[in-house]
């Protein structure tokens, strides 16, 4: 039916366009759970939409005319309505999965650790034991619920867990130094990204920040010149997001401690990429040189600080632990509420401490189990999605006969990522996607790249080179047939072009 003859006829076929409550009873009566899910009120916010757009798609002509029944328009504008309810709730709920394909295991912008992926014995739909001690019937301390794992990882007295590892700098500062004076050196006045910086976070505690030093030399005698009675902490901050080389003098853990301890000031360690120590990590060279939580306690710092979403591998969390006095201080401490974690962080920590302590963690944490993947299982791997890509009817069009692409198993570098390990990279072989001899002009790596992160699967590759790489040291087993149907999905576009 062409727009003119429905111009024509409109009024004929517009008395079949359902009534509001006519549409209403229609999804109520057909749209299963939707009416219950969605709600009445918000159904009838988008029924007029949904039967304005139905209207006029009848004068456009777009429905034949022998369809257009009462019956037919019901359905219809249920289609139309949930159509818009969908794309509302798409937009709504924009924080989605993304299939990580950089090789970064510890990606800042996707969310930092992988998680495992159930919580044993804890079911966030029902309620919990958050603080209820189920023995005494009476009411419980939520931080216990760590506190016993925590000591039991790092070697210390006491621990206590915040939001991140910013607010355990920041929580330090207000409880332990407010009004005084935090002595940092100055090449260690880290920025940890977006602009917020280390030392700034400790004055918003409330504390003064004392710059001890040159950016590549400190002495002890920095520290003692410039000690004063308004002294609380010495800190030292773990430079893990940066590197300074060449000259460069520092004062040891050592002197540090003893200086601290014969000053009766508190010695205070923000080591931020939470390595614990250990034999965790497959590949010894990753962690050379990096401290560790226990080694750091062990040495007799007071205080150390990490965060858990990055070489720990769990949820975004910070932890404080070290002297049994000085946490409690922290944990009576007014802001200590406003910063602590959710039960939903409580139980992923749980989870993740006790597969470190009691279980084969390289298979149960993904972080371990990504790091310490070999290059042998990683290229059999890229060979089994190469297989898949390569039996696809698109692959032989695309690649084989026009040669608009070239697909191939190459080297690629992997990091830990998260600030964590700087300048130290693992190689592993990785799909290599590069423009064929026969590509169309308009056809570039940032248009893959593009195609592939906005594509249903949502896979983030990334451009190096003349290749856009696909690293599958940090892609999921079960996530391969996805990148193989983005692929298809991309193949099958650029054979159209």
Known sequence: MSANQSNRGFVDYLKYLPSKSLSLEFIKSNGGDFFNT??????????????????????????????????FLCAEVWRLLKSDYNEKVSSALSLVNVINATGIVIHTNLGRAPLGKAFAGYDRSR???LEFDLETGLRGRRDEHLKGLLTAVTGAED???VNNNAAAVLL???????????????????EIGEGFRINEMIKAGGARVTDIGATNSC????????????????????????????YVKSVSDEDFLEFCRT??????FDLG???LGGEIFANAELTAGEPSVRGLITAGFDLVSFSCDKLLGSSQAGVICGKKELIASLRKHQMYRALRVSKDITASLQQTLAALLFSNCAESVPVVKMLNESPESIGARCLTLFSEISGLASYKTVVTEEKKLKIEILSAEAAAGGGTTPEKTLSNPALHIKLGEGAPKNLTLEYISRFMR????????????DSYILNLRTVFDDETPKIARAMDSLMTKIGGK
Do not use: Q, W
């Open 127 to 129: 309620y919990s034991n």
């Open 219 to 246: 002495a002890l005698a920095d520290y003692e010149n410039a000690l004063t009675p308004e002294t609380k902490i010495a800190a030292r901050i773990h430079t893990s997001n940066y590197r300074v080389s060449g």
């Open 159 to 161: 621990a206590v867990c």
């Open 263 to 268: 000053r009766s000031i508190v010695s205070y």
């Open 454 to 465: 906005t594509s249903p699967e949502r896979v983030a590759g990334y451009i190096d080179s």
């Open 38 to 71: 969605a709600g009445e009120r918000l159904i009838l916010s988008l029924l007029d939409g949904a039967l304005e757009k139905c209207r006029r798609e009848i004068l456009l002509g777009v429905y034949p005319a022998e369809s257009l029944t009462r019956e």
């Open 172 to 190: 330090v500062s207000a409880a332990l130094a407010a009004g005084g004076e935090v002595m940092v050196r100055r090449g260690e006045s880290v």
């Open 273 to 275: 990429s939470g390595f």
